[in-house]
């Protein structure tokens, strides 16, 4: 079993729709949860980060963690085809490491 | 520097051949990470700096990869005798000491093995 899980998707919405990407963990231990977009071509870039459990949000994106059932996701509220692009969700090990989902590719058509 | 920054960009080696493979860091930033993105995949661990020191190499995938970082700056990550299962896009990425709070990362390397 891999140590985080995430819905594969694709995912196609149109734009203006509310998106969820979704993420499972499987070690209790873990405390810090991030989200990274990643564009084709490019590097993984942090869209933001949690700690623990409960939300945050950031313009149009909020993260939430819910640790009892150890389960993480993302919302992006009026979505905009920017937006296209994978989502990668990652948690914070102890010593620097960090464990990725395989990511989410996600389409928003106009 | 500004950012994250790896060279080349863009690698096509025979099967057998050693590659070198740089990153160049944000200015600043004491630990550095490498990661391999293979098609399709999500990230997988290779190796972690803080300063020149590696805590943790647990990631490399053989005894044909290494990687040393001199000055607490600039890394370079060596694969020798590569294979083609070694294709994949290789991410450098970096953080104020060691972060709880995510990483900068490079645009990589994309490595071809012929």
């Known amino acids: 079993q891999k140590e985080v899980e995430q819905d594969p998707g694709p995912l196609s919405v149109p734009e203006g729709a509310i998106v969820s990407l979704n993420c499972t963990y499987s070690?209790?231990?873990?405390?810090?949860f991030m989200w990274y977009r990643q564009y084709s071509r490019k590097g993984p870039e942090l869209l933001m980060y949690?700690?623990?459990?409960g939300n945050k949000e950031d313009g149009r994106f909020t993260a939430q963690v819910d640790k009892s059932s150890k389960y993480i996701s993302l919302f992006i509220r009026d979505s905009q085809p920017s937006d296209s692009a994978t989502y990668l969700c990652?948690?914070?090990?102890?010593?620097?490491?960090?464990?990725f989902g395989d990511g989410t590719t996600l389409t928003v058509k106009p | 520097g500004a950012g994250v920054s790896q060279s080349p960009s863009n690698k096509v080696t025979e099967k057998g051949k050693d590659v070198e493979l740089r990153c160049d860091p944000i200015?600043?930033?004491?630990?550095l990470y490498w990661y391999r993105q293979s098609l399709g995949q999500g990230l997988e661990f290779l190796i972690y700096?803080?300063?020149?020191?590696?805590?943790?190499k647990s990631g490399l995938p053989s005894d044909r990869f290494s990687a040393e970082r001199t000055g607490g700056s600039v890394s370079t990550l060596t694969i020798q005798r590569t294979q083609q299962e070694d294709s994949a896009v290789y991410l450098c990425?970096?953080?104020?000491?060691?972060?709880?709070?995510?990483?900068?990362f490079g645009s990589g390397t994309r490595l071809t093995v012929v």
């Open positions: 070690n209790s231990a873990f405390q810090y």
């Open positions: 990425a970096s953080s104020r000491e060691q972060s709880n709070y995510g990483y900068t």
């Open positions: 700096f803080q300063g020149n020191s590696a805590p943790d």
């Open positions: 200015s600043g930033h004491t630990a």
């Open positions: 949690t700690y623990s459990s």
């Open positions: 990652a948690t914070y090990h102890n010593a620097g490491k960090s464990t």
